[in-house]
C-alpha cells in the first residue's frame, strides 16, 4: 500500500477533522519551507551587499588613483612644454591666465 493510500485511509476514517489537520499540517510544513528559503536569500543578499561594499570602496580608491596619475601627468606635459616653449612661469609655479 502507497503513501497516498495510507492518506486516504487515515482521512476516511477521521472525516472532515483529519482533512482538516492534514491540509493544517502541510500548510505548516510548507511555511517553514518558505521561511527556510526566505532566510537563506536574506543571508545571500547580505553576504552580496558586504562584497559590493567593498567591490565600491575599491573602485573609488582606483577612481582617485587615476584622477591623481591624471593630475601629475598634465603638470608633467605642461612643464615639459613650457621648457620647449621657454615659458618660466610654469616652472616656477605660477601659470599663465
Known amino acids: 500500500m502507497g503513501m497516498e493510500a495510507e492518506v486516504v485511509t487515515v482521512l476516511a476514517q477521521l472525516g472532515a477533522a483529519g482533512l482538516i489537520g492534514l491540509m493544517w499540517l502541510t500548510e505548516r510544513r510548507l511555511a517553514g519551507e518558505r521561511e ?3 532566510t537563506q536569500q536574506h543571508e545571500r543578499i547580505m553576504s552580496d551587499k558586504r562584497e559590493l561594499g567593498v567591490l565600491l570602496a575599491a573602485l ?4 582617485r588613483a587615476i584622477v591623481s596619475l591624471e593630475t601629475g601627468q598634465s603638470r608633467l606635459a605642461s612643464a615639459i612644454e613650457s621648457r620647449f616653449t621657454g615659458d618660466r612661469s610654469v616652472q616656477s609655479g605660477t ?3
Do not use: M
Open 60 to 63: 573609488e580608491s582606483n577612481t
Open 36 to 38: 527556510r528559503q526566505l
Open 95 to 97: 601659470e599663465r591666465s
